[in-house]
Structures are given as structure tokens and as C-alpha cells.
């Protein structure tokens, strides 16, 4: 197998790779919003069970939660294994994102001065307002940082798909290089992560550069 | 009477802070509030602004009853609406400015009207345009407030707050979070006020100031109101053992 036709095997285990990622921020990122609010939620029965939710995600290998989502059906229901590896995949992977946005968002709630509050509420803002207009633009912008951190973490978790034997682009270094021993599919994907990563950090500081405008 | 507090109690975990305080202020009357620190101040301008809820006691603005207590002293509240439209009647000032960082000087002293005022855009703007020139601050209008001193930034706050057209302003200690050097230019704004006859009740540790400033000084200490009246009785002639002795911790 020539070097180009590595390549070009492996840019569809890229393009495979690249939408389990974009996807997932798709879901996670306003799913983790949710999660968020009813974490703060008035309830406690409702607090106390996205808790659980929030750590059981967290504290489980996302690995494990995917075989489970894959699998579970059929070893609880009896369900006919296959169909569903994709959707498997992608929802696994954002029910577990969501849970560490979620959490993101919380910190930077929790770190608004209660003075904005105070202030918004003496002008005669409803709660709606107060949140859409003067807490959440500030908290975005606080919590750049550390979505960014999860961000990249994410385009390299994406090779977890490999556990649910997906065709990404981790799975297809594997498969091409005991295939062929080589040693150079590992280092496409390498590079490919690595391209990756660099292009999130660069558009992530072009977003907090556009939030500069303010302190 | 624009505002009547009658027998206001409030208790923080047991502890009393506000002990049966009754206050009312005039149209054009200018208050201060002077006091040791923890006499419960803040605390009773916060109740009247409905930040904090009080245990028992009444409030209205212009008659409307805020606050309502029963005969076994519970405090009711007006429903959510009847208090949100009661918002249009007070303004508060804050010791840290509390102003939105996202929002340049302009828009932190439009968005208010605009979005919960409703009020017309071209209106509103020139409001906002004609308060920011009385606080000296026309050049200012697009700077953001993390640009702008500390009593650049108070300013735009009691610009905030009078763009809301209310008819009384409170302030709970306007200038202590700033330099010294600072102070006189909002106290300068707050004495033009006055001068306009503006409705004000100010939280001051700043005794020549509220001596200036005020039609009635309000002496609290351990939350009651020890001693009341015309600046210069309570500050030349207090009758009150704890005010003489407040008031001398304060001349060297
Ligand atoms: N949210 C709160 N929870 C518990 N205690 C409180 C709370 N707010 C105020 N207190 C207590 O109530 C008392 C009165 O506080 P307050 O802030 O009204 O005093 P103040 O007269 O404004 O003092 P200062 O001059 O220092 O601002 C203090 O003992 C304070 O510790
Ligand atoms: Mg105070």
C-alpha cells in the first residue's frame, strides 16, 4: 500500500472522526446548559438526581458508557444488537460532554458577583433577562478557558469510538498498520490530531480575543 | 409621601437587625443615614428595595402597600407583579457601582428604559445623553466601565439610575469604596441633585457632607433609630448619649 493510499483511506476515518466531534459540541454544549439550570434547579429531588447523573458520568471511563449504550439494549431488553452503533456513539458522547459542560457552566455562574443580580433586579429585570442579558454573556466569556481545555480533550477522546469498533480515523491506523505492518498510519493519525488540536486553540483564542473588549 | 417604612423588624439567623424602624420621606426631602458600622443601614435600605424580605412591618410607595403585616405581626407581600411595577418609584445606588461590564457607559444607562421601561429609543437616548453631560461624562458614552475611575464609574451608576425616572434614589454609601480624592466629585453630583430637589435617602459615613446636604439626618445604632432631625441639631446638638458619642469618634 502506497503512502497516498493510506492517506486517502485514512481521510475518511478523519471526516468519521471530525463529525462524532462536531456533533457532540452540537449536543453537549446547550445540553450541558440544561443539565446546568436543573442542577440549580428550586427541587431538590430534581438537583439530587442530575447530580447523580453528573457523577456517575464523570466518574465512570467513557469507554465503559459507550459499550454500555451499544450493548445495554440487548443484554437488558433483549434487543437485537447493530443499527444503532453510530447514534450509540454520538449520544454517549454527549450525555458524558454535557455532564462536564454542565459542570463548567456552574463554576462560572457561581463566580458572578451577586452584585449584577442585585443591580439588574432594582432596574426591574425579570430572572430571564438578568440571566440572558447580563449573567450569561459574562459567564461566557469566563468560562472560555476551560471549554477550551474540554474541547481539546474531546478531539482526542474521539478515538474512544474505536471501542465500538467505528471506522475513525484511530480504528483505521490500527487496522492498516497490523495490516500492512507500518509503523506511518499511527503517525498520519498523530498528525491528524495534532492539526486538530491546534485548529480549536486557534479559533478558541480568536473567540476570547472578540470577548476582549471588555474586563 | 413617597416612601413610608412602618415598623420594620428583620433578624438575620436570630440575630435582630432592624428593631421596629418606622421612616418616611417627603417629596424633595433629602435623608442621610448615619451610624456605627452594623447598625443595620444597609440592611434597611436593602428592605426597602426588596433585596432583602422583612419579617414584619409595612412599605408603600406613593400609598401603594408593598409590604402588609397581619394582626400576628406576619409580613405579606404584594404579588410579584404589583412589587415589579413598585419598582418604577426607587433607584439604588451601590457602594460597589455594580455596573454591567459588557455594556459600554451608554448602553448601561439605556437598557433599562428600553428593555424594561419600554420606553421610546430616541427618547431614551437622549435622556441617557443629558445625564451623562450633568455627570460630566458626555465624552465617556462609549467607553466600557473597566475604562473609567472609580468615581467616573459611580457617576454612570446614579446616571443609571436616573435614567429609570424615579422618585427616590437611594444610595447606601456611594463613595466608600472610592479613593480619597475621588469622593468630592460624587458628592458634587449627589449636592446638584439635592439642589434640584431630588428625593434622596443616603447611607454616608461622610458627616460634613450629610450635614450640607440633608433636610434630616437619621442616627441608627444597633438597629433602632436613636435620634432624628435637622442636621444642624443632630450634628450641633445631639441629645442622644450614643450619638454625641458616634459623632465624636468622627471629629479629631
Ligand atoms: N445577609 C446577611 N446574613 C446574615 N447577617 C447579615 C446579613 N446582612 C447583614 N447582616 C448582619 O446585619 C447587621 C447589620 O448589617 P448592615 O450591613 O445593615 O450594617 P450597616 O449599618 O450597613 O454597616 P456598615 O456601615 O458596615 O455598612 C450586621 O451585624 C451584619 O453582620
Ligand atoms: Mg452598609
Given at each position: 500500500?502506497?503512502?497516498?493510499t493510506?492517506?486517502?483511506?485514512?481521510?475518511?476515518?478523519?471526516?468519521r472522526?471530525?463529525?462524532?466531534?462536531?456533533?457532540?459540541?452540537l449536543?453537549?454544549?446547550?445540553?450541558?446548559?440544561?443539565?446546568c439550570?436543573?442542577?440549580?434547579s428550586?427541587?431538590a429531588?430534581?438537583?439530587?438526581?442530575?447530580?447523580?447523573y453528573?457523577?456517575?458520568?464523570?466518574?465512570?471511563p467513557?469507554?465503559?458508557?459507550?459499550?454500555?449504550w451499544?450493548?445495554?439494549?440487548?443484554?437488558?431488553?433483549?434487543?437485537?444488537?447493530?443499527?444503532?452503533?453510530?447514534?450509540?456513539?454520538?449520544?454517549?458522547?454527549?450525555?458524558?460532554?454535557?455532564?462536564y459542560?454542565?459542570?463548567?457552566?456552574?463554576?462560572?455562574?457561581?463566580?458572578?458577583?451577586v452584585g449584577?443580580?442585585?443591580?439588574a433586579?432594582?432596574?426591574?429585570?425579570?430572572?430571564?433577562?438578568?440571566?440572558f442579558r447580563?449573567?450569561?454573556?459574562?459567564?461566557?466569556k469566563?468560562?472560555l478557558?476551560a471549554?477550551?481545555?474540554?474541547?481539546?480533550?474531546l478531539v482526542?477522546?474521539t478515538?474512544l469510538?474505536?471501542?465500538?469498533?467505528?471506522?475513525?480515523?484511530f480504528s483505521?491506523?490500527?487496522?492498516?498498520?497490523?495490516?500492512?505492518?507500518?509503523?506511518v498510519?499511527?503517525?498520519?493519525?498523530?498528525?491528524?490530531?495534532?492539526?486538530?488540536?491546534y485548529?480549536?486553540?486557534?479559533?478558541?483564542?480568536?473567540?476570547?480575543?472578540?470577548?476582549?473588549?471588555y474586563? | 409621601?413617597i416612601?413610608?417604612?412602618?415598623?420594620?423588624?428583620?433578624?438575620?439567623?436570630?440575630?435582630?437587625?432592624?428593631?421596629?424602624?418606622?421612616?418616611?420621606?417627603?417629596?424633595g426631602?433629602?435623608?442621610?443615614?448615619?451610624?456605627?458600622?452594623?447598625?443595620?443601614?444597609?440592611?434597611?435600605?436593602?428592605c426597602?428595595?426588596?433585596?432583602?424580605t422583612?419579617?414584619?412591618?409595612?412599605?408603600?410607595?406613593?400609598?401603594?402597600?408593598?409590604?402588609?403585616?397581619?394582626?400576628?405581626?406576619?409580613?405579606?407581600?404584594a404579588?410579584?407583579?404589583?412589587?415589579?411595577?413598585?419598582?418604577?418609584?426607587?433607584?439604588?445606588?451601590?457602594?460597589?457601582?455594580?455596573?454591567?461590564?459588557?455594556?459600554?457607559v451608554l448602553?448601561?444607562?439605556t437598557d433599562?428604559?428600553?428593555?424594561?421601561?419600554?420606553r421610546?429609543?430616541?427618547?431614551?437616548?437622549?435622556?441617557?445623553m443629558?445625564?451623562?453631560?450633568?455627570?460630566?461624562l458626555?465624552?465617556?458614552?462609549?467607553s466600557?466601565?473597566?475604562?473609567?475611575?472609580?468615581?467616573?464609574?459611580?457617576r454612570?451608576?446614579?446616571?443609571r439610575a436616573?435614567?429609570?425616572?424615579?422618585?427616590?434614589?437611594f444610595?447606601?454609601?456611594p463613595?466608600?469604596?472610592?479613593?480619597?480624592?475621588?469622593?468630592?466629585?460624587?458628592?458634587k453630583?449627589?449636592?446638584?441633585?439635592?439642589?434640584?430637589?431630588?428625593?434622596?435617602?443616603?447611607?454616608?459615613?461622610?458627616?460634613?457632607?450629610?450635614?450640607?446636604v440633608?433636610?434630616?439626618?437619621?442616627?441608627?445604632?444597633g438597629g433602632?433609630?436613636v435620634?432624628?432631625?435637622?442636621?444642624?441639631?443632630?450634628?450641633?446638638?445631639?441629645?442622644?448619649?450614643?450619638?454625641?458619642?458616634?459623632?465624636?469618634?468622627?471629629?479629631?
Open positions: 500500500m502506497t503512502f497516498s493510506m492517506l486517502s483511506t485514512m481521510a475518511a476515518g478523519m471526516l472522526t471530525c463529525g462524532i466531534f462536531f456533533l457532540t459540541l449536543g453537549s454544549l446547550p445540553l450541558g446548559m440544561v443539565v439550570l436543573l442542577r440549580k428550586k427541587h429531588l430534581v438537583r439530587t438526581i442530575v447530580k447523580i453528573i457523577s456517575i458520568m464523570r466518574g465512570t467513557l469507554m465503559l458508557q459507550l459499550l454500555v451499544y450493548f445495554g439494549p440487548y443484554y437488558l431488553f433483549r434487543l437485537p444488537i447493530g443499527g444503532w452503533r453510530f447514534p450509540a456513539i454520538i449520544f454517549g458522547f454527549v450525555v458524558n460532554y454535557a455532564a459542560f454542565a459542570e463548567i457552566y456552574r463554576s462560572g455562574i457561581d463566580s458572578m458577583p449584577q443580580y442585585e443591580a433586579e432594582v432596574l426591574g429585570y425579570t430572572k430571564g433577562r438578568t440571566f447580563i449573567i450569561l454573556p459574562q459567564v461566557v469566563r468560562i478557558p471549554v477550551t481545555n474540554e474541547v481539546i480533550t482526542k477522546d478515538s469510538a474505536f471501542t465500538l469498533a467505528y471506522s475513525e480515523v483505521l491506523a490500527k487496522q492498516i498498520s497490523a495490516s500492512q505492518t507500518s509503523f498510519p499511527f503517525v498520519i493519525a498523530g498528525v491528524f490530531y495534532y492539526i486538530a488540536n485548529a480549536v486553540a486557534f479559533a478558541m483564542e480568536r473567540i476570547e480575543k472578540a470577548l476582549n473588549y474586563r | 409621601m416612601l413610608e417604612m412602618k415598623n420594620i423588624q428583620k433578624s438575620f439567623g436570630g440575630v435582630r437587625v432592624l428593631r421596629d424602624i418606622s421612616v418616611c420621606v417627603d417629596q426631602e433629602v435623608v442621610s443615614i448615619i451610624g456605627p458600622s452594623g447598625s443595620g443601614k444597609s440592611t434597611l435600605l436593602r426597602a428595595t426588596f433585596l432583602e422583612v419579617d414584619s412591618g409595612e412599605i408603600r410607595y406613593e400609598g401603594e402597600p408593598a409590604v402588609t403585616t397581619d394582626e400576628y405581626g406576619n409580613a405579606h407581600y404579588a410579584p407583579d404589583a412589587l415589579r411595577a413598585l419598582k418604577r418609584y426607587y433607584g439604588l445606588v451601590f457602594q460597589q457601582f455594580n455596573l454591567f461590564p459588557h455594556y459600554t448602553k448601561n444607562v433599562a428604559p428600553l428593555t424594561v421601561q419600554k421610546d429609543k430616541a427618547e431614551v437616548h437622549g435622556t441617557a443629558e445625564l451623562l453631560r450633568k455627570m460630566g458626555e465624552d465617556k458614552a462609549s466600557y466601565p473597566y475604562q473609567l475611575s472609580g468615581g467616573q464609574q459611580q454612570v451608576a446614579i446616571a436616573l435614567a429609570m425616572r424615579p422618585e427616590i434614589l444610595f447606601d454609601e463613595t466608600s469604596a472610592l479613593d480619597p480624592e475621588l469622593t468630592g466629585e460624587v458628592l453630583v449627589i449636592k446638584q441633585l439635592a439642589v434640584e430637589k431630588m428625593t434622596m435617602v443616603i447611607v454616608t459615613h461622610e458627616m460634613p457632607f450629610a450635614r450640607a440633608s433636610d434630616r439626618v437619621v442616627f441608627m445604632d433602632v433609630i435620634e432624628q432631625g435637622d442636621p444642624e441639631a443632630v450634628f450641633g446638638a445631639p441629645q442622644q448619649a450614643r450619638t454625641k458619642q458616634f459623632l465624636q469618634t468622627y471629629q479629631r
